[in-house]
């Protein structure tokens, strides 16, 4: 069954901790992203990647890091450094330029 | 800056009837458009895609229309059910940003019986 995996789907954390979520997609695409949902915001773009050990920063990439060192895999790290941390983080793939993305089912993040 | 508007946050529509969900964009550049639908909680799920060769694509209930010189887009349904009622995004994406994806802020549609 081809996907997008994104877990936990609840995530608690205390202030000043770093925390990764982890995204997983077995649908051989190249493209991986990470956006934020907020109240009344709609999806803003973190970090997106185009391709294996490559990515690119988005609107909103301070206090976030990213890694792709395999294909399926694209973890997002929500660092201490960013100030809003709670969120509805969602993960997307595509197969590449002017495709849809296919959006896994998000991890909501509270940080106390 | 906000390159893709929506300006109306909210649409209530009866069963049967047509919803019409509009979207607007600033950057000239966009060559492919798409609506997502988005229940609660969960992620968001394409419905239709038009490409900016084409002004109008079609989809079963689903119908988006493309307005090049207005850079406006919008999203027909006919006929609305209650199991549309969502929150539907406008995105839009250009070749020259390799293909990354700019939403919408979203408009909750609301079908009643």
């Known amino acids: 069954d081809g996907g997008i995996t994104q877990s936990p789907k609840y995530l608690f954390r205390k202030e000043g901790q770093n925390v990764t979520l982890s995204c997983e997609q077995n649908l051989n695409h190249d493209a991986m992203y990470w956006y934020r949902q907020d109240p009344g915001q709609g999806l803003r773009l973190i970090y997106y990647?185009?391709?294996?050990?490559?990515?690119q920063k988005g609107d909103i990439a301070e206090g976030y890091s990213v890694s792709r060192e395999k294909k399926e895999s694209f973890p997002l790290t929500v660092t201490s450094a960013q100030k809003n941390p709670t969120a509805f983080y969602l993960c997307?793939?595509?197969?590449?330029?002017?495709?849809?993305?296919?959006f896994g089912q998000g991890t909501r993040l509270t940080v106390v | 800056d906000q390159q893709v508007k929506q300006n109306s946050p909210s649409l209530s529509v009866q069963e049967g009837r047509i919803s019409i969900l509009n979207c607007d964009y600033t950057?000239?550049?966009?060559?492919?458009f798409l609506w997502y639908k988005k229940y609660p909680a969960e992620g968001p799920t394409f419905l239709i895609s038009?490409?900016?060769?084409?002004d109008k694509n079609e989809d079963g209930r689903f119908t988006v229309f493309l307005n090049k010189s207005a850079k406006h887009l919008s999203l027909h349904i006919v006929p609305s059910q209650p199991g549309d009622s969502a929150v539907y995004f406008c995105?839009?994406?250009?070749?020259?940003?390799?293909?990354?994806?700019?939403f919408g802020r979203g408009t909750q549609l609301t079908v009643w019986p």
């Open positions: 997307a793939s595509s197969e590449g330029m002017n495709t849809e993305a296919f």
């Open positions: 950057n000239s550049m966009f060559d492919y």
């Open positions: 038009i490409s900016s060769i084409k």
């Open positions: 995105a839009a994406s250009a070749m020259m940003t390799l293909g990354r994806l700019y």
């Open positions: 990647s185009q391709i294996v050990n490559d990515f």
